[in-house]
C-alpha cells in the first residue's frame, strides 16, 4: 500500500490549512495517510517564552488531532536524517504535502528537503500557505522588489485575495500505527511538554484563535485605528501569537475582516496585514537580515554595547516609566503592545546606543508571538537600518510618548508598582519629584525606583553624528 505523509510545521490547525486540504482532496482511498511533526532541535530555543508557548501549541494541536481520530507522529533531529530513516522504514512512501517556509531558517530547510525529497523520486505537493501574498507575487512592473511600504501597499489592495476553505468532513483514515521509527520523537516531545511551564496563562488551540478573531471583530476592529495606540485600553487584536503557529488561517482573518463595514480601524488593521507580507518579502530578498544591516552605509556602525545599560534595560530599570512598564510586560506575560515595542527598541538604539541585534535577540527569547520577518524588520526600522526604516534623526522621546499614549499613567502603575501612589504630575518623569513628594508617595528615586539611566535631553547631538560619522 503506497503512503503519504502530511508535514505539519507552523501551521496547527485543520480549517484552511491548504497542504491538509490538497491531501483530503487528491489523495486516494487506498492510500495510507500519516501525519507528522518533526523536532529539528538546532530550531529549539530552550528555556525560552518563544519555544515554550510554540510547543504548547503544539501540545494543543495534537489533542484536537485526536478528536478527529488523527493521530501525530513525531520524528526527532535533522531533518534530513529523519525522513531518510523514514523512508527506509516504510520504501512504499511516495508522496508528501506541506506548507513551504520562504524565509530564513525554515526557507533554507525547505530548499533542502526539496532535493531531498526529488533524489528519492517522491512527489512534493507545497504551497505558500502563511501569508495573504508570497513573497514573489507583488513586485514592480520591472520585477524588482519594493522596498518602500506605501506603494508596495498600493500594489497590494489591488490584488485579489484567496479565499478561505471551511474544513470539510474528513473521510479519509489517518495512520494509527506505533513504530519504534516514530518512539524517539514521542520521547522527546514530551519532555518538550514537560519543560515548557510558563509563568502566565497562556491558553492556545484553533478554537481559542477563533474566539480572539471574533471578539476583535465584534468589540475593536472598528476603533482600532484611534485605540491601538494606547497600552492601557488593550484594544489590539492580539492575534499574532495565532498567526506565528498557524493556528489561526490569515485568509480567516482577511474574511472576518472584509466581512465587516468600512471604518478607519477596519482600514487601518488591512494596513497591518500589509506589513506581515511586507516583511516577509523583505526577509525573503534580504535573507542575511537578521545579522546585518540592510543598508549598507550602517553596516559598520560602532555600537555602544554597555552590558550594565543592556541589563537595565531588559530588566525594565532604565528610570523612564514607560519603557521600564514595557519590558516588564514582555518579561511577566510574553507579549508587548505595540507601540512600546517602537518605544522600547527606540530607545535601546538611539537613547543607548546598543546594538538593535541585541534587543532583537532578546525579544526573539521573550515573544510568544515572535515572528522573525516582523521581528527582524521593526528592529531595522527602529535603528533606522532597514528598508523603509524612520530616518537616524528621528528620536522617540519616550517622556512625550508616555504623556500621549498613557496620559495618567494607568497603564505604568499596572507594571511598575512602586509608582502606584505617584501623583500624574510626575508619573512620567518621576525624577523630577520633590523630596517632600517622593516621601509622601513612597517612592524614592534611586531607592524605590532608579534613576534616569541616560539623559534623553542631551542624546540628540550624540545620535547624529554617530550616524553621519
Not at 440 to 449: E, T
Not at 452 to 457: A, G, N, T, V, W
Amino acid at each position: 500500500m503506497s503512503k503519504t505523509v502530511m508535514w505539519f510545521r507552523k501551521d496547527l490547525r485543520f480549517e484552511d490549512n491548504t497542504a491538509f486540504n490538497e491531501l483530503l482532496k487528491q489523495s486516494k482511498l487506498e492510500e495510507e495517510l500519516i501525519c507528522i511533526f518533526q523536532l529539528n532541535p538546532a530550531q529549539f530555543i530552550a528555556d525560552s517564552f518563544n519555544h515554550k508557548s510554540f510547543f504548547k501549541s503544539v501540545y494543543a494541536f495534537v489533542e484536537s488531532a485526536k478528536a478527529k481520530k488523527i493521530k501525530i507522529h513525531f520524528l526527532s533531529g535533522d531533518p534530513e536524517h529523519s525522513f531518510q530513516e523514514f523512508k527506509e522504514t516504510y520504501p512504499d512512501w511516495q508522496t508528501i504535502y506541506f506548507n513551504l517556509d520562504e524565509r530564513g531558517f525554515g526557507r533554507e530547510r525547505d530548499q533542502k528537503m526539496l532535493d531531498f525529497f526529488n533524489g528519492k523520486q517522491i512527489k512534493v505537493y507545497a504551497f505558500q500557505d502563511s501569508h495573504l501574498h508570497g513573497v514573489k507575487e507583488i513586485r514592480k512592473p520591472n520585477g524588482e522588489n519594493y522596498k518602500v511600504f506605501t506603494p508596495y501597499f498600493r500594489q497590494w489592495l489591488t490584488k485579489p485575495k484567496r479565499s478561505y476553505e471551511k474544513t470539510q468532513k474528513i473521510e479519509k483514515s489517518f495512520s494509527q500505527l506505533s513504530h519504534p521509527i516514530f518512539e524517539e520523537g514521542q520521547q522527546a516531545f514530551k519532555q518538550l511538554i514537560n519543560d515548557s511551564e510558563l509563568p502566565f496563562e497562556y491558553d492556545c488551540g484553533e478554537l481559542v484563535a477563533e474566539r480572539y478573531l471574533k471578539e476583535f471583530i465584534k468589540e475593536y476592529l472598528h476603533d482600532y485605528g484611534d485605540t491601538r495606540d494606547y497600552p492601557a485600553l488593550d484594544q489590539t487584536s492580539k492575534l499574532s501569537r495565532f498567526l506565528r503557529t498557524g493556528e489561526l488561517s490569515i485568509r480567516k482573518v482577511w474574511h472576518a475582516v472584509n466581512a465587516e463595514p468600512d471604518s478607519n480601524g477596519r482600514q487601518t488593521f488591512i494596513s497591518e496585514l500589509c506589513w506581515r507580507d511586507f516583511y516577509n518579502m523583505i526577509y525573503f530578498d534580504y535573507p542575511q537580515q537578521k545579522n546585518e544591516e540592510i543598508k549598507e552605509q550602517y553596516r559598520q556602525l560602532q555600537w555602544n554595547n554597555s552590558d550594565y545599560y543592556f541589563d537595565c534595560w531588559k530588566n525594565g530599570k532604565t528610570g523612564y516609566p514607560l519603557v521600564d512598564a514595557a519590558m516588564r510586560q514582555l518579561n511577566q506575560t510574553g507579549w508587548m503592545h505595540n507601540r512600546l515595542r517602537m518605544v522600547v527598541a527606540s530607545f535601546l538604539t538611539k537613547d543607548l546606543l546598543i546594538d538593535w541585534r541585541w534587543g532583537e535577540r532578546y525579544f526573539q527569547q521573550q515573544l510568544i508571538d515572535y515572528d522573525p520577518a516582523s521581528n527582524i524588520g521593526g528592529w531595522q526600522w527602529a535603528a533606522s537600518t532597514g528598508t523603509d526604516a524612520v530616518p537616524y534623526f528621528r528620536i522617540f522621546n519616550p517622556i512625550t510618548q508616555s504623556e500621549r499614549f498613557d496620559s495618567k499613567g494607568d497603564f505604568i502603575r499596572q507594571f511598575v508598582p512602586e509608582l502606584g501612589n505617584v501623583p500624574n504630575k510626575y508619573i512620567h518623569m518621576p525624577s523630577t519629584m520633590p523630596n517632600e513628594i517622593q516621601q509622601s508617595s513612597q517612592c524614592v528615586i534611586g531607592k524605590d525606583y532608579p534613576e534616569k539611566i541616560i539623559d534623553h535631553s542631551k542624546i540628540r547631538s550624540k545620535v547624529l553624528s554617530f550616524f553621519k560619522e
